[in-house]
């Protein structure tokens, strides 16, 4: 642990209580010198000892279980984010030859020294925390199975939802002198392939990439009392791969899953910012890797190749033993079972606006109000927009947004009042961190 941080201790999972439990005695704290780096924490190790309180939920038994298993997957998706933007930062200082220490003192290479021996432990921990999940979802009526766990019965509906809906997107691709390696998108989940021909015994190398457009966890009929039962998709294409590459065995596999680089480098002072943020989205889907995980295991030459190609070295990836792309694990919040997340919430509608039978314009002319979201419900926010567009009164509307949806209500209420011929005039936000593409469709809108 950096020194400059708390020490969790071992049992990283221990719940604080600071409603029931009495305060700690306090302590006296050694003279502080003023000038010392000592006085500062560094933003990224410190950013990590978040993620960690994110992780903790997960293990946290007074959760439902399935808002565990969300708070896992969130802990994943974060550990990206880090990992494309913040990491992708340093990586970009330290290739540059920049020493410039940090206001704690640390240059760029410490700090990603520092950052990838305490990010090995989180992902380490990420991954006991699954097995203790798969092990408590069993209890519950929700089985994730593996290969060897399948019955006829079950291969027989797993052949043919391979053939209806994942082969027709699948694209094996050889790794050959004669064929260049692939492009592996940001976050692409690829299966690598060591293979022998039967007839000569000619080995065959190859990457099949695992759509994005399938989901990562397939249904299987029910088991016994009800029991929901799913399997990754990489295993259905492991116990299918002969009809992939008929006349040929494979000798070994591996999976691995790449982030490259995803922070935007802008010149505030372009002349079409909108263009320039454009051409920026553009760059960052061919961004540089940035870290590359693979499962236990791997072939030593099928390895080699794969590293070989994305110009990575050995100590630059980190082997799993598991789960890849734990941020996947979101996809498990099942619908059917609403038993184990958190009740639905729903947000109340403030009592002037029913006692003005929804007129907003009515119930403010009485007197201010204030919205507390997301007790009091976001639509009271569009409706007084879509009032707005219809009142001949109201004669301009001003907006700022910063994040936005596909289908956004308050884009639409907006768009609806400049139909109505209102003067409409909407400040977006570009840079809203992976929102960026979002925020300019809805702004060309």
């Known amino acids: 642990m950096d020194g400059n941080l708390p020490d969790l201790g071992e049992d990283r999972g221990v719940q604080p209580d600071f409603l029931h439990n009495s305060a700690p005695a306090s302590i006296e704290m050694p003279e502080l010198d003023q000038t010392s780096t000592d006085r500062f924490f560094n933003r990224e190790l410190s950013w990590l000892q978040f993620n960690w309180r994110v992780l903790e939920e997960a293990e946290n038994p007074r959760l439902p279980l399935l808002e565990r298993v969300r708070m896992l997957s969130i802990s994943g998706t974060n550990l990206d984010e880090f990992y494309s933007v913040r990491v992708a930062g340093l990586r970009e200082l330290e290739r540059n030859g920049i020493e410039t220490p940090a206001l704690d003192g640390r240059t760029p290479q410490v700090q990603l020294v520092a950052i990838d021996a305490e990010a090995r432990l989180l992902m380490q921990k990420q991954q006991d925390c699954w097995v203790d999940l798969i092990a408590e979802m069993e209890k ?71 759509p994005a457009q399938v989901q990562r966890f397939i249904p299987l009929p029910d088991g016994e009392a009800g029991t929901q039962r799913l399997i990754m998709l990489e295993e259905v294409l492991l116990e299918f791969l002969d009809q992939l590459f008929p006349g040929y065995t494979v000798d070994g596999h591996c999976s691995f899953r790449l982030l490259r680089d995803s922070d935007l480098e802008l010149e505030d002072e372009a002349e079409d910012l909108l263009r320039e943020f454009e051409t920026a989205l553009k760059r960052r889907r061919r961004g540089e890797v940035i870290r590359m995980t693979i499962s236990a295991g791997a072939p030593p030459p099928l ?96 907006q700022t947004l910063y994040r936005t949806s596909n289908e956004s209500s308050i884009v639409e209420a907006l768009c609806e009042a400049a139909e109505e011929g209102k003067s409409v005039t909407a400040l977006v936000e570009l840079k809203a961190r992976f929102d960026e593409a979002a925020n300019i469709r809805q702004s060309r809108r």
Not at 329 to 349: H, M, N, T, Y
């Open 140 to 210: 519950v009526g929700i089985d994730i199975l593996v290969r060897s766990e399948l019955n006829e019965a079950d291969r027989i509906y797993l052949k043919q939802v391979f053939v209806d809906q994942i082969f027709p997107i699948l694209t094996p691709l050889a790794i050959d002198p004669a064929h260049p390696f692939p492009f592996i998108p940001n976050t692409g989940l690829t299966l690598a392939l060591q293979m022998k021909r039967k007839r000569d015994k000619r080995v065959l190398q190859s990457l099949l990439p695992i």
């Open 303 to 398: 390895r080699d190749v794969i590293l070989g190609a994305l110009g990575l070295k050995s100590d630059e990836t980190i082997e799993v033993n598991g789960l890849l792309g734990v941020s996947d694990l979101g996809a498990l919040i099942l619908d059917s079972r609403k038993d184990l997340q958190w009740s639905e919430f729903k947000p109340r509608v403030p009592e002037r606006v029913q006692d003005f039978d929804g007129d907003i314009f009515a119930a403010i002319r009485q007197k201010d109000m204030l919205l507390h979201h997301p007790y009091e419900t976001f639509d009271i926010v569009v409706e007084f927009l879509r009032q707005a567009a219809r009142d001949p009164a109201v004669v301009a509307i001003k």
